[in-house]
């Protein structure tokens, strides 16, 4: 049990002894999504290849780096990008900085992410709180529980929770700001969907589709980690006009359009807990 447990104690130990708050909250920024990060003060910021076991983010818009200051007065250690399992990874790489945090005292994960629309009401800018997810990936607790994190059949009938959904809404409304909220499938990528595989996933249930979070989530409901997740919806993928392509290009600047009312939007939200 120890060999499974060292090298997040490594790097725990390693990012304890860098910074200087001690964060009951940790982000993780996705695509196009790292101005949050600027926005955090006293900020100390570790590059991941600095920080050992980390992983190298090699995706245009993640920065990848690690920054940990206060946020709304609170603590938070902030992600500035992601690992994905299509750039070769496993999913015990991708997930690895989430028991990390746990280490750290993380008690709450907020996840963000650029996602395409498939629910036919979403349009490109839009904010989706994530209220579920359908899994498409390798399930990232495949092989020997750790059961120093968790139990080897977690629960994962509420893995968004709740109430902060409800404080999310209620915030938007007094401020005006609409939400969708619906439901993130995962898929693998790296290549864009096809206009069959939009309309499977619609037809089951998903309103919005992505190659990441859902590893990230499962890892932190297994380790009893309260969870908020949001998409940004950056392109449509409900209609095809014969010149329609998805380019990564396009994804990229249609986060960082939407990026300024997600970011105020977590500020909010993490300020009340």
Known sequence: MEDMIRPYRETAEYIRS????????????GSGLGSLAEQIEEAQVIPYHQIPHFKHSTVAGHKGNLIAGMLEGQPVLAMQGRFHYYEGYTMQQVTFPIRVMKLLGIENLFVSNAAGGINTSFKIGDLMIIRDHINMMP????????????????DMTRPYDRAFIRLAEEIAGKEGITLKKGVYVGLTGPSYETPAEYAFYGKHGGDAVG???VPEVIVARHAGLRVFGMSVITNEGYHFADDFVNDG??????????????????KKIINHI
């Open 249 to 266: 290009n396009d994804v990229i600047i249609a986060a960082n359009k939407a990026a300024g009312i997600m970011t105020h939007l977590f």
């Open 18 to 29: 860098h910074i200087r708050v001690h964060p009951k909250t940790g982000i993780i920024l």
């Open 211 to 213: 190659m990441s979070t």
């Open 139 to 154: 399930n990232p607790l495949i092989g020997p529980n750790n059961e120093f994190f968790g139990p080897r059949f977690p």
